[in-house]
């Protein structure tokens, strides 16, 4: 399974980025006409340096979409880089010791903005491959059981809020990472972790194929998440059935 390394400089300058995070706090103590704004979005300056502007990314690499994802599964992951359930040194270190309200700050933040998207990338796989994978992500394979994405992601595969991303305008390579994270256990979601199932019923070609069918996809007009649906899920999902739990 394909996993994309990050560059150790990366992670190596997280450190000080945490402190200038935490420095934000202090500097708020001493109005000055020189003083930047202590605003969240001048904390969350940190983040763009890998999540883009305003942590809106763009549609290649690695570096996830931030803005505009549902603010519990934002949070949800806050918690999950911060407690272990998902490994990334750098994300790690930046939240070590923030409080959960202070995830919840920041979740909140980020779920609020509703930005322009980038354009997608131009599929670089035969149409048989992205075929495969439109019908995995439209019907999943009841057979094998595995339910269509849009069950759980949404019709218009923007997220279903409180708790399910969307799985448009993500890098290829991300989505293609994260299926792999949850196939060899490196990624795991409060239990019970529907990803998980539903990633190790994939072939890496199935996964491939998605990723690549969603990588190409257009955002549709309205880029904001569904409300809430009344619908069980097709599977279980702990992070959706416990709302903000963790
Ligand atoms: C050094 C680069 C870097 C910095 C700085 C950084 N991130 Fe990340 N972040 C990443 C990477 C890489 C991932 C994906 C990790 C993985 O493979 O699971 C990620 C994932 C995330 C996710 C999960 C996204 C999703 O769709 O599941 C959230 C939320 C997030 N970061 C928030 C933040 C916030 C908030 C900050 C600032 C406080 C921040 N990040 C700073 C590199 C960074
Ligand atoms: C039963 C419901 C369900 C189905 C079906 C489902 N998902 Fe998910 N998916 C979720 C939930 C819930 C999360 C959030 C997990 C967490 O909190 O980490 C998620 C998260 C993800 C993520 C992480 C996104 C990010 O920003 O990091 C990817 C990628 C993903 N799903 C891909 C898929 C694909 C591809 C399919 C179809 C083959 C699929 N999912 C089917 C419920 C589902």
Partial sequence: MQRVSIPHFFVSICLALWLALAAFGAQAAEPDARTVPDTMAQRMMACTLCHGAQGRATSSGYFPRIAGKPADYLYNQLLHFRDGR???????RLLDNLSDAYLRDIAEHFAGLDLP?????????????????????????????????MACHGEALTGVNPAVPGLLGLPRDYLIGQMGAWRTGLR?????????????????????????WLA?????????????????????????AAGVSQ
């Fill in 117 to 149: 998207y980038p354009s997608p990338q131009p599929p670089a796989v035969p149409a048989d491959v992205l075929a495969r994978g439109e019908a995995l992500v439209r019907q999943g394979d009841a057979g094998r059981d595995i339910p269509a994405c």
């Fill in 216 to 240: 190409a996809q257009a955002l549709p007009a309205s880029t904001r998440p569904a409300p809430a649906s009344a619908q069980p899920m097709p599977l279980k999902c702990g992070s959706h």
């Fill in 188 to 212: 795991h979601a409060s239990p019970p972790d529907c990803m998980g199932q539903i990633a190790k019923r994939l072939s890496a070609d199935e996964v491939s194929a998605a990723a690549s």
């Fill in 86 to 92: 998902r490994q990334n040194e750098g994300m790690t």
